[in-house]
C-alpha cells in the first residue's frame, strides 16, 4: 500500500481509552506536518466507545487515519502489527499513548530532533498528571524521586544521550532490524526492545523541552496491577539480557521481603523494623510533597509509593521465582532464547 506524500507512520495502541482517544487525535492532526503522517489507532478489543469515535476519525480524515485490530492486546503487539500491515513506505515510526497529551507540533519536533542529532531513535520525558483527590496523590508519587527513582525520562531537564527513555519516534529501517518489540512483552517492551537497539549500535537521543503529559491510573488496585506487570517486565529483561539492576531498581525488590519479615513480628519484634522504616519514609514523602505543594490530596501519594513499591518488586520476584531454577543463578538468559521477530 502506498501513502503518497508521507513519510510518517504514527501508531496508537488503544484498548478503552474513550475519555482520551480523541483529544490525541486532535492535537495530532493540527500537528504542523500532520500531511506527513498517517495515523494508525491499534485497538486490542475496546468494549466501551473507543472504536466509534474512531471510526468518525477514519471518515473525516480518508487516507490519514485507520482503525486496526489488535488481537495481541497489548502494545508490544499492537505497534509491531501496524508496521506489518502499513510500514512499507515510511521513514519514521512514532509510537503515542492513548492515554497522554502531547505539545503542539510533536511530531515535527521529534523529527528535527532525529535529523538534527543523527538518533535513530528519540525519547521524551513524561510527567503525570491527575485530576480528582486520589489520582493526584498517584500523579505526585509517580513524578516524585521516591516514585521513579530518577530515572531520566520520568524528570525534564537537558537533552544528552541516553540508553532508555520514554518511546516516541524510531528510524523505522532501524526499528525493523532488530525485530521490533518481542510480542510476549505485555510490559517493560520499551526498555527490552532500547537494549536490543543499542547492542545493535543505535543513538537514542532524549529531547528534554518535548515532555508529555501523562494520565495515570485512578485507583490504588488498578496501580497495584500495573506496577505488578512492571515488575515483571523488567525482570523478564534482566534475565534475558543479564542487564544489571541500577540501585533505584533495586531497592523496591528489598520491601516484599520487609512485609515477609514483618509477619514474624509477633515472635521476633525487631524483624517489623525494615518494614516499619519504609512504611515511615513513604508517610513523610507523602506529607512533604504534600506540604510543598499545599495540597492534602497530594499527601495521597504516601499511599501510591506504598502500593508502586510493592508490587513493583513482588511482580519482579515473582517472574524470578517461577522460571527454571538454573535462571536464578545469576539471573541467565531467559529460556525463551532470542527476542520475537516479526514479519515487518
Known amino acids: 500500500m502506498r501513502f503518497e506524500g508521507k513519510d510518517v507512520l504514527v501508531v496508537i495502541p488503544c484498548l478503552n481509552e474513550e475519555r482520551t482517544i480523541a483529544g490525541v487525535l486532535d492535537r495530532l492532526l493540527s500537528d504542523d506536518q500532520e500531511e506527513r503522517c498517517f495515523v494508525v489507532v491499534s485497538d486490542g478489543g475496546s468494549a466501551d466507545l473507543t472504536r466509534p469515535i474512531v471510526r468518525r476519525y477514519e471518515e473525516q480524515w480518508p487516507g490519514r487515519v485507520a482503525l486496526l485490530d489488535n488481537p495481541g492486546r497489548y502494545q508490544s503487539a499492537a505497534t ?4 506489518e500491515r502499513f510500514g512499507e513506505d515510511f521513514r519514521w515510526l512514532v509510537r503515542l499513548d492513548a492515554h497522554s497529551v502531547y505539545p503542539k507540533n510533536y511530531i515535527s519536533r521529534l523529527i528535527r530532533a532525529a535529523l538534527e542529532r543523527g538518533a535513530d531513535s528519540v525519547v521524551v ?18 513524578n516524585s524521586r521516591f516514585g ?3 530515572a531520566a525520562h520520568r524528570h525534564p531537564g537537558r537533552s544528552r544521550w541516553v540508553e532508555h527513555g520514554h518511546h516516541a519516534l524510531f528510524d523505522l529501517t532501524k526499528f525493523r532490524q532488530v525485530g521490533g518489540y518481542d510480542a510476549t512483552y505485555t510490559h517493560n517492551e520499551d526498555a527490552e526492545l532500547d537494549h536490543r537497539l543499542v547492542k545493535a549500535g543505535a543513538k537514542i537521543w532524549l529531547q528534554g523541552d518535548l515532555q508529555i503529559s501523562y494520565i495515570p491510573r ?13 515488575g515483571r517486565g523488567r525482570a523478564r529483561t534482566v534475565m ?9 531498581q533495586m531497592l523496591p525488590l528489598l520491601v516484599p521481603v520487609a512485609v515477609l519479615m514483618a509477619l514474624a513480628a509477633p515472635w ?10 519504609w512504611l515511615t ?36 520476584q515473582v517472574q524470578v521465582l517461577t522460571r527454571r531454577p538454573d535462571v536464578l543463578k545469576g539471573l541467565a538468559p531467559d ?9 515487518v
Open 240 to 248: 534475558r539480557h543479564r542487564a544489571p539492576l541500577r540501585v533505584r
Open 125 to 142: 520525558p513524561m510527567a503525570t498528571v491527575g485530576s480528582g483527590c486520589l489520582q493526584l496523590g498517584i500523579a505526585a508519587a509517580q
Open 148 to 150: 521513579t527513582g530518577g
Open 268 to 277: 521476633f519484634p525487631l524483624a517489623a523494623l525494615p518494614a516499619a522504616v
Open 80 to 83: 509491531n502489527i501496524a508496521v
Open 281 to 316: 519514609a513513604c508517610a513523610l514523602i507523602g506529607l512533604s510533597i504534600g506540604v510543598r505543594r499545599r495540597s492534602v490530596c497530594a499527601m495521597s501519594s504516601a499511599a501510591a509509593l506504598v502500593v508502586m513499591h510493592l508490587a513493583w518488586g513482588l511482580g519482579f
Open 218 to 230: 485512578r485507583d490504588l488496585g488498578a496501580l497495584f496491577k500495573q506496577y505488578f506487570a512492571y
Open 335 to 343: 529460556p525463551a532464547g532470542q527476542p520475537v521477530r516479526t514479519e
